[in-house]
T-cell receptor, first 111, second 114 residues
């Protein structure tokens, strides 16, 4: 079982719609969760972090965490063409120095 | 000011050659990482150093050898390059290993082995 799993997509949404990205993780003891955005040909950049159950909002982005279900999601409201990118879910497994990444979900926002 | 820089940006070489990629960060971070991103875009950790000490050494061929001369630099040397080594290699840094979720990535080095 992969440590972090995401729907690979691609996810195509119309401009102005909500894009919903999902991520599940295997290690129940994981404590910290992150979303990175990677534009084509560029490097990943951190856009959201979440540590507690519930929702965390930052501008048009909302991260949601449910540790009981081992599930973390990212909502992008009012999607813009500039949101077209691959979104990587990342988790810090316990007793480990690494950051485990999912394979990424590619989002395309069509005008 | 560039936070995490890598050289070269592109590297095209023949099978069997030896090559190095250099990484430098000016953020004052303690921890640095090397990742490999293949054609399917999966980002795989290879190595990590914390204050010049190796703390992550994932299962990679021993043809890959990292070196950290100081905490601002982490280099990657690859011996006897193979076709399967073709990928984008990213260097990253974080304030400390316990803040490994918040990493800053370099621009990447696209390695093509012919």
């Amino acid at each position: 079982q992969k440590e972090v799993e995401q729907n690979s997509g691609p996810l195509s949404v119309p401009e102005g719609a909500i894009a919903s990205l999902n991520c599940t993780y295997s290690d129940r003891g994981s404590q910290s969760f992150f979303w990175y955005r990677q534009y084509s040909g560029k490097s990943p950049e951190l856009i959201m972090s979440i540590y507690s159950n519930g929702d965390k909002e930052d501008g048009r982005f909302t991260a949601q965490l449910n540790k009981a279900s081992q599930y973390v999601s990212l909502l992008i409201r009012d999607s813009q063409p500039s949101d077209s990118a691959t979104y990587l879910c990342a988790v810090t497994p316990p007793n480990d120095y690494k950051l485990s990444f999912g394979a990424g979900t590619t989002v395309t926002v069509r005008a | 000011d560039t936070a995490v820089s890598q050289t070269p940006k592109y590297l095209v070489t023949q099978m069997g050659n030896d090559k190095s990629i250099k990484c430098e960060q000016n953020l004052g971070h303690d921890t640095m990482y090397w990742y490999k991103q293949d054609s399917k875009k999966f980002l795989k950790i290879m190595f990590s150093y914390n204050n010049k000490e190796l703390i992550i050494n994932e299962t990679v061929p021993n043809r890959f050898s990292p070196k950290s001369p100081d905490k601002a630099h982490l280099n990657l040397h690859i011996n006897s390059l193979e076709l399967g080594d073709s990928a984008v290699y990213f260097c990253a840094s974080s304030q400390a290993h316990y803040e490994r979720g918040e990493q800053f990535f370099g621009p990447g080095t696209r390695l093509t082995v012919l």
